[in-house]
């Protein structure tokens, strides 16, 4: 156990994930995730490895994921549990599960989360999460981070992550992956103000496949830390559907890591095609946000098919086909800065050539760290 004191209050919410806050009703000065521990399992004798070109963390092949634990994430043979938490006035009480201790094929050393991070100055707030279809009730991907750090971590993730691919099984029954973020939007501006241009900007970290695949962005209702699969994946407005080429250690071409972008210039980069919705469906719903005075909106992200059958696959050349949904499987950096908002306004009285405004919005510019998603 240890105790927390001073004038922000712990509170945890009926996933276990926890906030210091003035009151019930308060907005989070300080939050961190439903905790779970993880051992140090590693990989299987010969399981292929590879290290990532940016940061040299090395990594389960295919899959991406940590090849050993850290202080940050567990490694991709890691066992992961989740630990019970109470709270009692200024007190957190974690209890980990004896058999994650002691129990058979434990490896230590273990490490028993979770990790504080300095939440946005409002209700309104950026935030981000993850919802897989195989844990359709997990909230445990709500604000993760940790995605390709040196120690390890998860990563947001999209599309089917096949357990049958090649150095895939660490995907287990992860099922379809989607992410969602929470943008907060330009403030002050008249409401009868256009929108001239809009890009919303990612980092994509990993694919499954170099070869140009299809992702979709959709409007979405806002995220919580209680937003899971069977409460959030009845989407109903898609933006824009793009395809563009992979990025990772194995890709000798394709698209940057940091330079996927959604919106006015979606069509403009080299490598993308716009191959469905529109580019300037971005611009026109923070338009609509802003004549209505939306204080922040929620995206998500999906690969273009959802299918779960899995690939036959050539364990030679790697190749897919049959059930090739699992090609359009990509990861994301799970950073404030890796996910930006730059919009240009044009207000009422400079239609006529006076120029306009622009309003650059992102995430909060928190530190985090970096790692691909893991086997829960």
Not at 96 to 109: E, I, R, S, W
Not at 188 to 211: K, Q
Not at 276 to 294: F, M, P, R
């Amino acid at each position: 156990m240890w105790t927390r004191h001073g004038p922000r209050s712990p509170y945890a919410d009926s996933s276990g994930n926890l906030a210091f806050k003035a009151g019930p009703q308060g907005a989070p000065v300080y939050a961190a995730n439903a905790p779970r521990m993880w051992d140090s399992a590693p990989l299987p004798a010969g399981t292929p490895t590879v290290a990532d070109p940016a940061t040299g963390t090395v990594l389960a092949a295919g899959s991406g994921m940590p090849a050993v634990s850290g202080i940050s994430g567990p490694g991709a043979a890691a066992h992961v549990t989740t630990v019970p938490v109470t709270v009692s006035g200024q007190s957190i009480t974690l209890a980990p599960p004896a058999a994650a201790l002691t129990g058979p094929g434990v490896v230590y050393p273990v490490y028993i989360d979770p990790t504080y991070q300095a939440s946005a100055p409002d209700e309104y707030g950026s935030a981000w999460t993850q919802i897989d279809s195989g844990y359709p009730g997990n909230k445990g991907d709500w604000m993760e981070n940790g995605c390709l750090n040196a120690n390890g971590g998860p990563c947001l993730q999209t599309g089917f992550c096949d357990p049958t691919g090649p150095y895939m099984s660490s995907c287990g029954s992860l099922g379809v992956t989607r992410t969602m973020v929470q943008v907060p939007l330009p403030s002050g501006i008249p409401a009868n103000a256009t929108v001239d241009t809009a890009d919303l900007y990612f980092e994509d970290v990993w694919t499954a496949a170099c070869n140009a695949q299809p992702t979709q962005l959709w409007a979405t209702p806002a995220i919580s830390s209680a937003t899971d699969w069977a409460n959030a994946n009845k989407w109903t407005s898609e933006l824009e559907e793009e395809s563009f080429t992979g990025y990772g250690s194995s890709c000798t071409t394709g698209y940057s890591q940091a330079d996927v972008v959604f919106g006015t210039d979606s069509g403009t980069k080299s490598g993308v095609t716009v191959i469905g919705g529109s580019a300037k469906s971005l611009a026109t719903t923070i338009e609509y946000d802003i004549a209505h005075s939306v204080r922040s909106q929620a995206f998500g992200l999906r690969a273009a098919s959802e299918s779960t059958t899995p690939c036959d696959w050539d364990y030679t050349t790697n190749a897919c086909t049959g059930g090739t949904a699992a090609l359009q499987w990509r990861q994301w950096m799970n950073t404030a800065k890796s996910i930006e908002l730059p919009v240009h306004l044009v207000q009422p009285a400079e239609r006529a050539g006076r120029g306009g405004q622009h309003a650059r919005r992102g995430l909060p510019q928190q530190r985090h760290q970096p790692g691909p998603d893991r086997q829960r």
